[in-house]
């Protein structure tokens, strides 16, 4: 027993589980006059792998006498099985059947050997739980990294809008004031009066703008649904052309797949706008068996790729929903997005 216990607890350093394992399976064929002996540890699966048809995972160790590689394998050797309680530790093979026999009758080195087979397994098991602890804290560490970067998106996302809307719509209040000012001082109370006029339109359309922005983009889209969101977003725009097949009229997609096109749609145009000012834009919008596809097309200067794929965002905003985004754009023929999201 002696024996057996140094050959485990004997080696130098901080041998791995496996070493162990191995060094135990030699010291035992010594011991019992084997010719192999063949450890099967059973480990339990993970909580994230847990399948109800599967109890366990096993990690076999084998070792095999010197002249015994060419001989002819025994047969009818029933496996020891070490059992700690209820829990399966692991199940011993051992040839020939007379060295097994040894094992059960000697009850001090039958449990020497359940103890060594014991700490083995909570070693492996030690070891895996690390590791998935280790897994974890990359994927958080990779979630909280994303949260972070999908807010400051959203932070700008905010300012484009007060930008492009809101802050327009106060300039325009500011110059119609100014207009109105002018003409009370010139004493044309007429044209002071149609530009009064023009001033509550745009103090009616500006609370919308804002609320509008306050309340987020995407309540006409969870109200009305994609289509509706898109035109009353880009209907007012006077370069901007909607093709929209007319069976998506009253037809709605899950929430998360409505909200990821909707947004890959006004980015594109927002950025055909940014990059080619006063080229006319098409949002073609269209559905089939396959699923829902769009794309953005604008007859702006274009520009070179570089074999790059830009707009990184949009294409994994849309492969947060399995979809796939394309963009094709060289100078002088301008710029195809293209995006895809099946049913």
Known sequence: MARVVDAVHGLPGRPLPGV?????????????????????????????????????????????????????????????????????????????PAAAERLRRWPELHAVTRLLVSDIQAQLITGDAERLIGQSDLLLADARLRAAGEMEHQRYQLERDLHDGAQHHMVALQMSLAMVEYQLGA?????????????????????????????????????????????????????????????LTDRRYPPEVETAVYLACLEAVSNAHKHAPGAAVTLTLRTSCRGLSFEVVDTGPGFDTGGRMPLRQLAARLASVDGTLTVRSSPTTGTRVSGFVAS
């Open 187 to 247: 004493g044309n109370a007429v044209e002071a009066g149609r530009h009064l006029d023009r001033l509550r339109e745009l103090l009616a359309s500006t609370e919308e703008v804002l609320h509008s922005t306050a309340t987020g983009l995407l309540a006409p889209l969870a109200d009305h649904g994609l289509v509706a969101a898109l035109a009353a977003r880009l209907d007012a725009l006077d370069t901007v052309t909607l093709d929209i097949d007319a069976q």
């Open 20 to 96: 162990q394992a191995e060094a135990l399976a030699r010291a035992l064929g010594g011991c019992l006059e084997a010719a192999t002996v063949t450890i099967t540890l059973w480990l339990p699966l993970p909580a994230r792998d847990a399948d109800p048809t599967v109890e366990h995972t096993v990690q076999e160790y084998r070792w095999t006498a010197v002249g015994a590689e060419t001989a002819v394998p025994e047969t009818g050797a029933a496996p020891v099985r070490l059992c700690d309680g209820e829990q399966v530790l692991a199940d011993l093979v051992i040839e020939p």
